[in-house]
């Protein structure tokens, strides 16, 4: 795995402005597909938060940290 301060300073050439309320919302829809009706999940993320980067990473991110929470519950 690459050291954070080597990674560019410049974004990659297919970053884009994303809302990061919407990124979370999908991120959570995915996430919590067959998981357990005993875990409560409550979103608080802000729409009209923009982010500059692959919204696709950053959900799959989000996923597997839902995912990883929801399983050490």
Known sequence: MRDIRSMPAQPRADSK???????????????????????QVTNTACSGLIAIGVSIQIQQILINLIRNACEAV
Do not use: P, R
């Open 17 to 39: 402005e994303f809302d990061v309320g919407v990124a979370v919302s999908e991120a959570l829809t995915i996430a919590l597909m067959n998981v357990s009706s005993t875990i």
